[in-house]
């Protein structure tokens, strides 16, 4: 019986192909097959490079379908490529069902490491990078991103989305309308090529800028939103009610004292508010 072949995840560039590895290049030529999501795009890669490994189609539309046949040429014994059209698979691209499949089936699943255009902006952006979370695209409808930019609101995490070119004024309205014209943004465009771009402004000169020039409404956009900041006299309406409750058995100045502990706030301002709350 044939030994089992492997899986190869392999980032390929997002721009420019001078970023394949070595080891890329070796996987790719040395493999059995290659499973591309677009064969197309894959082809003028492979030819850049004389690589003459069979590709097949392997898709969002047919991964589930495919990912079964993908495993049984994989137990057989041939060996497997897995790449997008551009970056590092899976990253809002193809692959997770075949890659869970592998895993499931103990076939050996082996990554190549490369470029990721989320990883790329992030690391010459600006923002911090300790804590990122990464969101993918936006919702494509107004009300749907307007959801996702509340839920996130207060996230102090930088976060991070792609968007389309033809959506990005709509997107940078709708984060000005739920996170304020002041939230701090980097947008990069067009990462590695000709027209690389980096722009770092506030939410409402980013909208004005983007709308000044429609060079900027065009290409490959990743997206950055500084995390929230919260003010530190801010005063939730937990901490409201707590001192609302409070003072219905104690003192004023107690209960604004027993709030401000709880919710590390300053007494004299938890006394003050209570004041303009007339308790």
Avoid at 221 to 243: C, H, N, W, Y
Wanted: contains cysteine; proline residues 4%; charged residues 20%.
């Amino acid at each position: 019986m044939a030994e089992q072949g492997s899986l190869y995840v392999v980032a390929t560039p997002i721009g420019n192909l001078a970023d394949i590895s070595q080891r890329a290049l070796t996987t790719l030529a040395e493999v059995d097959f290659i499973c591309a999501e677009d064969t197309r795009n894959t082809g003028r890669l492979l030819r850049h490079f004389d690589i003459a490994t069979p590709c097949i189609a392997f898709h969002d539309h047919n991964e589930q379908q495919k990912a079964a046949a993908m495993v049984e040429r994989l137990v057989a014994g041939q060996n497997l490529a897995l790449v997008s059209d551009a970056g590092t698979p899976l990253i809002n691209d193809p692959g997770y069902r075949l890659v869970n499949l592998c895993r499931s089936s103990d076939i050996q699943v082996i990554p190549v490491p490369g470029a990721c255009a989320a990883i790329t902006a992030l690391s010459a952006a600006g923002l911090p990078t300790d804590r990122f979370h990464y969101e993918g695209f936006f919702p494509a409808k107004s009300h749907a991103r307007k959801q996702t930019l509340e839920a996130l609101k207060e996230q102090s995490a930088t976060l991070v989305f792609y968007e389309s070119p033809h959506r990005i004024v709509d997107t940078l309205s709708d984060i000005i309308e739920v996170l304020g014209a002041d939230r701090q943004l980097v947008l990069a465009r067009e990462l590695t090529k000709t027209f690389e771009t980096f722009a770092s402004k506030s939410a409402g000169d980013m909208l004005a800028w983007v709308k000044s020039d429609s060079d900027q409404q065009k290409g490959e956009i990743v997206l950055m939103i500084a995390g929230f900041v919260k003010d530190p006299d801010a005063i939730s309406g937990e901490a409201r009610q707590t001192l609302s409750l409070l003072s219905q058995e104690l003192p004023l100045k107690k209960a604004a004292a027993l709030t401000a502990q709880i919710y590390q706030l300053k007494k004299n301002m938890l006394y003050k508010l209570g004041l303009e709350m007339g308790l």
